[in-house]
């Protein structure tokens, strides 16, 4: 039971696409495309011998929320005293701009960290954050002032879980998506981005600790979400396309990964004898290409996907999980750096920038031939849970006490 926290890091789209990001932003969980991908290009590919330059650092608050950044602005959602608080900073000083906060009274009934859980999204001018007791809350960019705030877990009458809430708001047209699972159909619940309206609401699954996508697959918009049960695919208006069931026998579990969109497939994975499974989607009909315990299971970090390859860890994190390079096709694991240990992943490129959880930053080719670290560097103390931020060839890592910035430019 006391491992399931780690399922919270993996920690927002119906109606059509939102207005593109500019490439080297990081506006969301995951990124502009929320797939782990950064779409710059101005990174060394080699750390420089007295390693990369760090910019900034400062103290902060508990929480497992990513950074988020757009616009010259970076968003740190953490906790302070008996406050979750938004923090908007200027992403290349660190100075604060703003602040908001409100009370929270959450409580982890294992002892650990009670800050957010979720990465704030960034969009339109707006900021939408997603706190552990389900407060769901708009800010304007620019002053940090209230647009609108919802209690979710009263609105849908939503039990404790193991570790609070943990979705990470998508944002396409005028919606915000959020996996609320309560005892009213709250599977995936679209809210009106301006206002907090209920849009519609779908399924009766329970929420997990994975955040939803959305995507274009064989020519349909579709926003993908990994709830408790499974997943699902639903249309711009709401209407369920399919559920394909997927999560573990035991009740003591989660499903966390985001699910992974390339072409017309879709990667779903989980620990806890889950497994992973890659299925080819075709409008309402799921197919199911192959599906192993034994090749990508995804404790709490979701993987990234090159040139057919899949990248990701293996395994529980208590157990320390291997490093893996997967055929995304057949499921053939292609190499593994086996006791590797926890971490997250973030593709640049060719390049994979694999953070791992005690704070060391390596930098590799993404290949299916071997794992061969360019470059590595220990740029936090203690423990890295949350994602991090990679924007204007800086990167942004937390800990669970402390932000620093450190350049990768070229």
Request: aromatic fraction near 10%; glycine fraction near 10%; include cysteine.
């Amino acid at each position: 039971m006391r491992y399931l926290i780690f399922a919270l890091l993996v920690l927002s789209l119906p109606f059509g696409p939102s207005p593109a990001p500019y490439a080297q932003d990081w506006p969301q969980f995951l990124g502009p495309a929320r797939n782990g991908e950064y779409l710059g290009n101005d990174l060394v590919t080699v750390f420089p011998k007295q390693g990369p330059p760090i910019v900034w650092k400062k103290t902060i608050g508990q929480g497992f929320s990513g950074p988020a950044v757009a616009q010259g602005k970076l968003i740190l959602f953490h906790r302070v005293g008996e406050k979750e608080t938004i923090d908007c900073l200027e992403a290349a000083t660190g100075k604060l701009i703003w602040r908001f906060d409100y009370p929270t009274h959450y409580r982890d009934d294992f002892g650990f960290d009670e800050g957010p859980r979720s990465t704030p999204s960034i969009a339109s001018g707006r900021i939408y954050t997603f706190g552990a007791e389900g407060m769901l809350h708009c800010l304007d960019l620019a002053t940090g002032k209230k647009v609108w705030a919802l209690d979710t877990h009263r609105q849908f009458d939503v039990r404790k879980g193991y570790f609070g809430a943990a979705c990470s708001p998508l944002i396409e047209d005028r919606a915000v998506l959020l996996n609320i699972g309560g005892a009213k159909p709250s599977g995936l619940v679209a809210f009106d981005r301006e206002t907090g309206k209920v849009l519609w609401a779908v399924s009766s699954a329970e929420a997990s600790y994975s955040s939803p996508v959305a995507a274009t697959v064989g020519g349909l918009r579709s926003i993908f979400c990994f709830t408790r049960s499974g997943l699902i695919g639903v249309d711009p208006g709401g209407n369920l396309r399919f559920e394909f069931p997927w999560r573990a026998r035991m009740q003591a579990s989660v499903n966390a990964a985001a699910p992974l969109v390339a072409g017309d497939l879709v990667f779903v994975s989980a620990s806890y004898q889950t497994g992973a499974a890659l299925l080819q989607i075709a409008g309402s009909k799921v197919t199911k290409i192959w599906s192993s315990d034994d090749v990508l299971s995804n404790h709490y970090a979701s993987s990234v996907v090159h040139k057919g390859y899949l990248y990701g860890f293996h395994g529980r994190q208590e157990h320390g999980p291997s490093l893996r390079c997967v055929q995304m096709q057949t499921g053939k694991v292609m190499w593994s750096e086996e006791s590797f240990g926890s971490g997250t992943l973030t593709l640049a490129g060719d390049t994979l920038l694999v953070l791992r959880e005690r704070g060391e930053l390596l930098m590799a080719v993404a290949g299916p031939k071997a794992f061969q670290p360019a470059g590595k560097l220990q740029i936090i103390s203690g423990t890295v849970r949350a994602y991090p931020a990679l924007a204007q060839g800086r990167l942004y890592v937390r800990n669970e006490n402390s932000l620093v910035c450190v350049s990768l430019k070229k």
